[in-house]
């Protein structure tokens, strides 16, 4: 095949993906006006064969520390197990709207945990970090009743959810040492450096914190945190994609391991819709991620190194 011809296909697959885009989200803005989220029709598409589902175990004694776990519904031996952490820029968010995370992971194998936590107005800084680590310690704990193994419990999370896993995995005083025990940590579109603080209400999130320097995750970047792999689209105008780019960076200043994956003309939100089946099609997310959570057990052994 000529470059000719192949360009002009890869161009007409750019075009073509450039509508569904389009028609995705004038779809989205439809059932907006109609008080229906999208997540609830990317989870109309999503089978129940693939898992088994724990609902509404409760990880604390707030009405928001509550997880969902989702069992794959394969047979094998001991699971690796991925504690998901949604975003809403610490203010919202529902476990059950990401039924379509858990379903590709679970399709793939893994035990998927996703809990609620509590957002503002509720708390504030630090609290959906004390939630995101309590409900690590419930994984851990009830390891057994999931099929889960205990040497591959992976991290990740959208956003703000992002930020809470990159903190529970780079910052010590959470996990404590459990902190070891992670296998690895996927970010996606993870605020990770985002001082100064600009927008009103994320000023009130944190300004509690006497140090704003103690709530970013670069901070505590020092080489010793478990292996990292963070997605981020150019096109995201909500999260910087320099936020990945630096905590990169500085990850590998200090000598750990990191991995990076940047998606073309992938906005904020289309980057976390992509891990649904119907949508694969916006960035390989699911595809990078499996990869890359896969390769557990040697990211472990170099870590343990």
Known sequence: MSKGVLYQRLDGWHDMKRVYKLALWALAALLSLAGCSPQTLINGFVSHSDFRLLADRPYGTAPRQKLDAYLPSSAGGARPVVVF????????????????????????????????????????????????????????????????????????????GAYIAAMLALDGRWLGKRRAMIASTVGLAGPYDFLPITEPDIKLIFGAAGDLAETQPITFADGSATPMLLIAGTADRRVNPGNSRRLAARIRQHGGMVEERYYDDVGHAEIIVAMAAPLHFLAPVRDDMVSFLRGGDKHAGDAAR
């Open 85 to 160: 952490f949604y975003g809403g820029a610490w203010q919202s968010g529902d476990k059950g709207d990401y039924l379509f995370v858990a379903e590709a992971l679970a399709s793939q194998g893994f035990v998927v945990v996703i809990p609620d936590y509590r957002v503002y107005p509720e708390v504030r800084w630090p609290g959906f970090l004390d939630d995101g680590a309590a409900a690590v310690a419930w994984t851990f704990d009830h390891i057994v009743e999931l099929g889960g193994d205990p040497a591959q419990v992976h991290l990740a999370g959208h956003s703000a």
